[in-house]
């Protein structure tokens, strides 16, 4: 059974679909964009590693991953996840990145506002999203959606450069949502 989050969602110039084999060579492209981000993420996105890196989404199945299309420039600029939604009503929102390009548009904000929106409709009763500590644009987006900080796991991931990484975790209620 089709799960319901799997679903191509869609406001403004921001169009998320279900990640697929078409989205590879658009999203290692976005990634390339901007080398510098790549040191605070768990895993690396450039050059050969990209592969290794898709390998891994791939095998992932309890993420429901989808291809960040920026449709004023018809091109895929990232990629977001619905990471581990569960029986008890919890989905994380993670796994993103979207190229400079877009950033400080609104895209990031119209991305996670489908995001959520649809979550909640199906059903979720709690978003979380869980940040390097070291991420402090991601922080301050997350925080700007109305999502609580409810703590820090202190090294909890190893990341792709051997950097024992601190992760902020932020919730966000069906209540609390203001959209």
């Known amino acids: 059974m089709k799960n319901p989050l799997a679903k191509q969602l869609e406001s403004g110039r921001v169009r998320l679909e279900l990640f697929g084999d078409q989205h590879v060579e658009g999203l290692r492209e976005a990634c390339a964009r901007d080398a510098e981000i790549w040191q605070i993420y768990p895993v690396n996105m450039l050059g050969e590693d990209f592969d290794k890196a898709m390998e891994v989404f791939h095998g992932l199945g309890d993420w429901i991953r989808f291809a960040a299309i ?7 600029v990232g990629a977001t996840n619905y990471i581990s939604p569960n029986w008890y009503g919890v989905v994380e ?19 996670k506002k489908l995001l959520i929106d649809h ?8 978003v979380e999203f869980r940040v390097d500590t070291r991420n402090t644009r991601s922080m301050a987006a997350v925080l700007k959606l ?24 932020f ?7 203001a959209g």
Request: with cysteine.
């Open 70 to 76: 920026d449709t004023e420039q018809d091109k895929v």
């Open 119 to 126: 979550a909640f409709d199906c059903g979720i009763h709690k």
């Open 146 to 169: 109305g999502a609580v900080k409810e703590g820090v796991i202190r090294q909890d991931r190893v990341t792709w450069t051997g950097y024992r990484r601190d992760t902020a975790v």
């Open 171 to 177: 919730g966000l209620l069906r209540g609390e949502w």
């Open 93 to 111: 929102i993670g796994g993103t990145y979207i190229e400079p390009s877009v950033r400080g548009t609104g895209f990031n904000r119209t991305m």
